[in-house]
């Protein structure tokens, strides 16, 4: 059973930056996604990255904004997130998959954590 541990969420005012990390027992092995889900809002993906070829996905809303990478020495994937709009705000879950490539689809991913709360405001 994957477990993911996610850590970066805070307070920010707009214009600021947050990473978020997730990390997992061989997570290089997993393709990964960053969700959110804002309040009253159905969750959302963010960004993802495949495991096998490491191509990217980046909602409209966030590209030139946000980077996912991995670390696969740390197990690590990160989600660097710049210029931090109040519209970001919302709790962002790490999810993990078998798959390789890259998933945009929540139901495609088997392991989630518990996300962590991102609010941007002044």
């Known amino acids: 059973q994957l477990q993911l541990m996610e850590s970066g969420g805070g307070l920010v005012q707009p214009g600021g930056s947050l990473r978020l990390s997730c990390v997992a027992a061989?997570?290089?092995?997993?393709?990964v996604g960053w969700f959110r889900q804002a309040p009253g809002k159905e969750r959302e993906p963010v960004s993802c990255?495949?495991?096998?070829?490491?191509?990217?996905y980046y909602a409209d809303s966030v590209k030139g904004r946000f980077a996912i990478s991995r670390d696969n020495a740390k197990h690590a994937v990160y989600l660097q997130m710049d210029s931090l709009k109040p519209e970001d705000t919302g709790v962002y879950y790490c999810?993990?998959?078998?798959?390789?490539?890259?998933?945009?689809?929540?139901?495609?991913?088997?392991?989630w954590g518990q996300g962590t709360q991102v609010t941007v405001s002044s």
């Open positions: 999810a993990a998959s078998t798959l390789t490539l890259v998933i945009t689809t929540a139901d495609m991913y088997s392991y």
């Open positions: 990255i495949g495991s096998s070829d490491n191509l990217t």
């Open positions: 061989e997570l290089e092995y997993y393709a």
